[in-house]
């Protein structure tokens, strides 16, 4: 067969394989027909699905403060990955810092694990979740849009939100609790018990799968 007639049926493929799915599949990496904001992360990145747990190692001052807490950290942020129109955003919790809005915001992915965002990056899916549980941990998600940023971190507070308290919520509203008891500490001068967000992989209540981790 023809060089240019390989061309042409390998583009018609490629035609399909976006269509039908969130990414192409490009040298056994991942790309996005439609990304947004487009950084080299995205060809580190498989199928995401809503629900999935990305976490983050940041390079803020609120990141360089949350490491220091639980017992040796290696990420310091957490969001929940929601699809729109098959392109993956991420719901998440931040502080107003920087000229930027805080509390539960949508952003792209892309700009979530952006290089002048994250220097790590490492992606979880729960064995468990079903696609109806996937749709509640999404709807809980959205509905959490707007509430402002909890500078107390208390779980128990339902008119503010953390980030780990965001992903915790939208699961627990799906019967699914994604921690064990060890997830929480003390810290000194809080309320009540706080679950830093490296805790969610390292102390899960239920199975956990990575499903990749990159450096941006």
């Not at 042409?8 to 969130?22: D, E, H, Q």
């Not at 941990?137 to 509430?147: K, N």
């Not at 509203?173 to 309320?191: T, Y």
Request: hydrophobic share 45%; with cysteine.
């Amino acid at each position: 067969m023809a060089a240019g007639s390989l061309r042409r049926i390998s583009k018609a493929i490629a035609v399909v394989l976006v269509s039908a799915t969130t990414y192409l599949p490009v040298n056994g990496a991942f790309t996005a027909p439609d990304y947004g904001a487009r950084t080299s992360s995205v060809l580190h990145v498989p199928l995401l699905r809503d629900g999935d747990i990305v976490l983050r190692r940041g390079l803020d001052m609120m990141s360089r403060l949350v490491l220091t807490q639980g017992d040796a950290a290696q990420f310091s942020h957490v969001g929940l990955v929601v699809l729109q129109r098959n392109i993956p955003f991420v719901i998440h919790a931040i502080p107003a810092e920087n000229g930027r809005t805080g509390g539960a915001v949508l952003e792209s992915f892309a700009q979530f694990v952006s290089p002048s965002e994250a220097a790590e990056v490492a992606i979880y899916r729960s064995a468990d979740l079903t696609e109806i549980q996937a749709a509640m941990v999404r709807q809980t998600a959205f509905s959490q849009l707007g509430l402002p940023f909890d500078e107390r971190f208390q779980l128990s507070n339902i008119k503010k939100v953390y980030c780990t308290g965001l992903v915790l919520r939208s699961y627990a509203a799906a019967g699914l609790g994604l921690i064990d008891a060890r997830a929480q500490i003390e810290v000194p001068l809080l309320p009540e018990s706080v679950v830093p967000p490296d805790h969610i992989r390292r102390y899960p209540a239920l199975p956990l799968n990575l499903i990749t981790s990159f450096s941006p």
